[in-house]
Antibody, heavy 123, light 110 residues
């Protein structure tokens, strides 16, 4: 069965960076995009960007441009999301989510999600 | 402020039907498919509807989706207490070149 298993909770100081991992299993890792979505406590979902594990092509939401980097290691079927220059506003649960690579942007959707990783930013 | 507008909350009695609206514009819903996600308390979102009206395997036909112009609707019939959750719509916005979500709707089954 398809599974996305994320790394554990992180506590960071303002100005630091965090790198969250997402290990995929149960399907061909390079056949689907990995997206990252975050959710602050009590708030809605916020899309951060996507990565194609095969081509390494990425696309980031404008809000995070210059501050987020999405990478992968195909040998261990793992995707990574690194966010830098953290502030308290970045305190949230971060989710990875799978999406069909072959889909046109208008036909995109997220069919499997990781369990989420809480990132807390506090001095 | 979300690009897609959803009502903050809806409620209905067990066994009844409820609809959740998602209003957008010509650069998103008016031009692309919508997907819907259910988020039970303390859990990750789950795909309910994709391509505006298709259900993934395992999703009961009590859940349905439809589009009309720049709005989309999620319908849930035969409400159960286990349906209490937050529901989000989402789609691609071509003007923003970004995926966008609605603000979410909290469903209460009275």
């Amino acid at each position: 069965q398809v599974q996305l298993v994320q790394s554990g909770a992180e506590v960071k100081k303002p100005g630091a960076s965090v790198k969250v991992s997402c290990k995929a299993s149960g399907y061909t890792f390079t056949s689907y995009d990995i997206n990252w979505v975050r959710q602050a406590t009590g708030q809605g979902l916020e899309w951060m960007g996507w990565m194609n594990p095969n081509s390494q092509n990425t696309g980031y939401a404008q809000k995070f441009q210059g501050r987020v980097t999405m990478t992968r290691d195909t040998s261990i079927s793992t995707a990574y999301m690194e966010l830098s220059s953290l502030t308290s506003e970045d305190t949230a649960v971060y989710y990875c989510a799978r999406a069909p690579s072959a889909a046109l942007p208008g036909q995109y959707y997220f069919d499997y999600w990781g369990q989420g990783t809480l990132v807390s930013v506090s001095s | 402020q979300s690009v897609l507008t959803q009502p903050p909350s809806v409620s209905a009695a067990p066994g009844q039907k409820v609809t959740i609206s998602c209003s957008g514009s010509s650069s998103n819903i008016g031009n692309d498919y919508v997907s819907w996600y259910q988020q039970l308390p303390g859990t990750a979102p789950k795909l309910l509807i994709y391509d505006s009206n298709k259900r993934p395997s395992g999703i009961p036909d009590r859940f349905s989706g439809s589009n009309s112009g720049t709005s989309a609707t999620l319908g849930i019939t035969g409400l159960q207490t286990g349906d209490e959750a937050d529901y989000y719509c989402g789609t691609w916005d071509s003007s923003l070149s970004s995926w966008v979500f609605g603000g979410g709707t909290k469903l209460t089954v009275l």
